[in-house]
């Protein structure tokens, strides 16, 4: 009888130390989880994640700001507006500050927290969360769903189906339409929507990342995050003993069993767990908390709530799956002194950077001038005398109005004696705009001896004097 590949599992045998074989299974079909609905605090954070993170994600491109999109990055003009400053590609300075900050911000949280970003705010989590309500809505929860699953093909089961994956398709390209929405200015994308002009780009755009959308949050679930995720790869060498995660109390609640409410079972040699498996039929990635910490384990606590829930019905005190640290468990300090533990060398290091990354970004942004100016010199003649016996040099000023604001620029310059400049000394510009100007520099020979010279421009805004940018040049003698 033959079998499809899939269903064969490829296993090879291993020697242990004392000589013993054991079969390890290299390949596995996947099988499909059904998490359970579980209610409780934990749960209600998670809620209130998911709602916070996806208000800012739907709701920050229709925000405007100085009459403009307030987070936009128009990557087609090389411009990107965010929260009222205007950032060019120049200013790439500002997108390795911003980085370097996501980057030890989630080495010392994953210190300090473990995977809880993992388990409340990772858009993979919060998506997955999402498309679980609307699949439990239509269908039901976990077992209606399994019956629904294992049963033949029926009306109903073609009408829950239909439902369930037209609104998870309906919600991913709002999803897409929203991303593409960052990129061109929403307005603009919703009128071109509703008129069945999209380009060619933002079509593509919307699709693919709707397509990711529903394929990673409906289909795919917590293999993204078992085997796509590098975090889920690279976390353990940020943790440590004393870092918070999700763990079972083995002392507490071995050896499990099953008996009735309020009768003697430590007597019986039982410990608080009555194996009624709740913790493993809610969690979102199908593992089971009390094989010990596993690198699968999202740390979104719905075990907690679960194992919480059934320890109130059976009257026992909660905590037998909590949030605690490797140290607190095998008790080597109360977990009320957990948080003394967050001032550890490893977290003070990364406090340190960040701190001092955070402060130097803070510190460019209030004094960064929203004028740009570069400055090219004429190639073709670097320095010629005029009629009156002048030396003269010729440049190219290219200026650049990163302000939200139309401003007209005085432009000067200074450093020799009896510099002329000849040419137009003043531009305006409106907002975002860019221009070049010729300007001609003239300097009596005997202030410009043979060599270059130090010089200066300088361009300031004519109604706000405190906009002023100056750049170094090089005025040629003979």
């Known amino acids: 009888m033959s079998k499809k590949l899939k269903d064969i599992p490829i296993n090879v045998i291993n020697v242990k130390d004392d000589g013993e074989l054991e079969e390890v299974m290299l390949y596995s079909a996947h099988k499909k989880i059904y998490p359970r609905w579980v209610t409780g605090f934990w749960n209600n954070w998670r809620i209130f994640f998911v709602i916070a993170t996806q208000l800012f994600f739907y709701c920050m491109p229709w925000l ?11 990557l087609a003009n090389r411009k990107f507006y965010i929260l009222g400053l205007v950032f060019l590609p120049q200013d790439f300075i500002y997108l390795t500050a911003l980085l370097l900050l996501s980057a030890f911000g989630l080495f010392a949280w994953t210190t300090i927290g473990g995977r809880l970003w993992c388990g409340y705010a990772c858009p993979q989590t919060v998506y997955t969360q999402i498309f679980l309500w609307i699949e439990k809505w239509v269908e039901g929860d976990r077992g209606a769903r399994i019956k629904l699953d294992n049963g033949p093909l029926s009306a109903k089961k073609l009408q829950l189906k239909t439902t369930k994956h037209t609104l998870w398709v309906l919600f991913a390209l709002w999803t ?3 991303f593409v929405g960052y990129f061109t200015p929403i307005r603009e994308l919703w009128s071109n929507l509703i008129i069945f002009a999209l380009s060619g780009y933002e079509i593509f755009w919307i699709l693919f990342y709707g397509f990711a959308t529903y394929g990673n949050a409906g289909w795919m679930r917590e293999q993204v995050c078992k085997y796509m995720c590098p975090y889920a790869r690279f976390q353990s060498a940020m943790f440590d003993a004393d870092t918070l995660i999700i763990s079972y109390d083995q002392e507490r609640g071995e050896n499990r069993g099953s008996r009735k409410k309020g009768s003697d079972y430590k007597a019986d040699g039982l410990g608080d767990c009555i194996d009624c498996t709740m913790c493993v039929q809610v969690c979102p990635v199908g593992i089971d908390i009390r094989d010990g910490l596993q690198y699968e384990c999202i740390g979104c606590a719905a075990c907690i709530d679960a194992c919480d829930e059934i320890m109130d019905k059976m009257n026992y005190p909660r905590g037998l799956v ?14 009320s002194d957990i948080i003394k533990k967050i001032k550890r060398p490893r977290v003070l290091m990364y406090a340190v950077v960040i701190s001092i990354v955070l402060a130097v970004t803070i510190t460019s942004l ?3 001038q929203p004028i740009k100016l570069n400055i090219e010199r004429d190639r073709i003649s670097l320095v010629r005398e005029v009629d009156d016996g002048k030396l003269e040099n010729t440049y190219r ?7 939200e604001r139309s401003h007209a620029y005085l432009i000067q310059a200074e450093g020799l004696p009896q ?6 000394d003043s531009i305006e510009l409106a907002s975002t705009a860019i221009d070049n100007i010729s300007i001609r520099l003239q300097v009596p020979p005997e ?6 010279h130090e010089i200066k421009f300088t361009v300031t805004a004519k109604d706000d004097p405190t906009q002023t940018v100056t750049e170094k040049a090089t005025f040629i003698g003979k």
């Open 64 to 74: 405007e700001i100085n009459e403009r999109q307030a987070l936009l990055f128009d």
């Open 176 to 178: 897409g339409f929203t």
């Open 322 to 335: 909590r949030y605690t640290t490797e140290n607190a468990l095998e008790h080597k300090y109360p977990e």
């Open 366 to 368: 209030m004094m960064r």
């Open 397 to 403: 000023l290219i200026i650049q109005n990163a302000s």
């Open 419 to 424: 510099m002329k400049l000849i040419g137009k």
């Open 447 to 452: 202030h410009a001896k043979a060599g270059s």
